[in-house]
């Protein structure tokens, strides 16, 4: 168990809907990260946030946005979906920022989205 | 701008070794060497971490040349339950995410 916590597990929905993932980070850890990874693309770098501060952009699409709240929860907006949304979304956490310590991040269980 | 070159499956006897290479000719100085692995489509799990030294923890061993160009992540006693996707990640000291590759496939056969 990572200790990092991603609900729901699973959604299910259609095509111009709207969903919210969310993510528990681990205990002290500051550094949330969103990576999606779908069978074609394999693990994709999203998005970085550091205390409630976006720190780093990958391959997110304007469609999606996420945000990192006071209690260092995030959540991750996904809008007017499509097809090609169906993937794994998986959160991650560290402890610091610079990775001045080498701090590895640790991942949730993922969210499994199906686009219909 | 692949940093690293990981063959794309291998196979090991169980309670053998298993030493998974990884070719990162280009790495820099402040750069590190990351190993993380995924069993089926669960969230990748940490392994080991170095960059110049060779590091052990109760997983794996790490073993990077003394040119740092390439890597050797060891399973000392590889188990059914080691079979997943092994992935080496060249990380900047001070790069704020993880670039995942397509890692390499390692199947642990009885």
């Known amino acids: 168990d990572s200790g990092v916590t991603q609900t729901p597990k699973h959604l299910i929905t259609a095509t111009g809907q709207r969903v919210t993932l969310r993510c528990s980070p681990r205990?002290?850890?500051?550094?949330v990260y969103w990576y999606q990874q779908s069978l074609d693309q394999g693990l994709q770098f999203l998005i970085q946030?550091?205390?409630?501060?976006?720190?780093a952009k990958g391959n997110i699409l304007e469609r999606f946005s996420a945000q990192q709240f006071p209690d260092l929860h995030s959540e991750l907006n996904l809008s007017s979906l499509e097809l090609g949304d169906s993937a794994l979304y998986f959160c991650?956490?560290?402890?610091?920022?610079?990775?001045?310590?080498?701090?590895?991040?640790?991942f949730g269980n993922g969210t499994r989205l199906t686009v219909t | 701008d692949a940093k690293t070159t990981q063959p794309t499956s291998m196979d090991c006897a169980e309670g053998r070794a298993a030493n998974l290479p990884c070719n990162h000719s280009?790495?820099?100085?402040?750069?590190?060497v990351y190993w993380y692995r995924q069993i089926h489509s669960q969230g990748p799990q940490y392994i080991i971490h170095?960059?110049?030294n060779n590091e052990t923890n109760e997983m794996a061993s790490l073993i990077i040349t003394e040119d740092r160009k390439s890597s050797t992540l060891i399973l000392p006693h590889a188990t059914l339950r080691d079979t997943a996707v092994y992935y080496c990640?060249?990380?900047?000291?001070?790069?704020?995410?993880?670039?995942f590759g397509a890692g390499t496939r390692l199947t642990v056969k009885p």
């Open positions: 991650a956490s560290s402890h610091t920022d610079r990775q001045l310590y080498n701090s590895p991040l640790h």
């Open positions: 205990s002290g850890d500051l550094s």
């Open positions: 946030y550091y205390n409630g501060e976006e720190r």
């Open positions: 280009t790495i820099s100085g402040n750069e590190y």
């Open positions: 170095g960059l110049k």
């Open positions: 990640i060249v990380r900047p000291r001070n790069n704020n995410d993880m670039r």
